[in-house]
């Protein structure tokens, strides 16, 4: 079945970067719109990148210029890269796939920036 493994999370000083690695199985990666959504607390999940195939990105205007993403087809993972991080970056975030009208989410993983 179709599995999508984060890892890189952790906690942060405002001001410095991480990088979130998402590892899938199961499924065609080239064939997948690759993205990444975060969800803070008390708040509804949302829309941070998209890459869809190797060319066409798209990014939440909240992170335009200082996160970038990116697909890797020979080790099927997608990244995200963090720069500049703020406070208000601090959420789970999750990779998520879509693949032929299928959706498919990881377990997420944690980021905390301190101020």
């Known amino acids: 079945q179709v599995q999508l493994v984060e890892s890189g999370g952790g906690l942060v000083q405002a001001g410095g970067s991480l990088r979130l690695s998402c590892v899938t199985s199961g499924m065609d990666f080239r064939l997948a719109a690759m993205g990444w959504f975060r969800q803070a607390p008390g708040k509804q999940r949302e829309f941070v990148a998209r890459?869809?195939?190797?060319?066409?990105?798209n990014y939440a205007d909240s992170v335009k210029g200082r996160f970038a993403i990116s697909r890797d087809g020979a080790e099927n993972t997608v990244y995200l890269q963090m720069n500049w991080l703020k406070p208000e970056d601090t959420a789970v975030y999750y990779c998520?796939?879509?693949?032929?009208?299928?959706?498919?989410w990881g377990q997420g993983t944690q980021v905390t920036v301190s101020s």
């Open positions: 890459i869809i195939g190797r060319g066409m990105i």
């Open positions: 998520n796939a879509d693949l032929r009208g299928s959706s498919y």
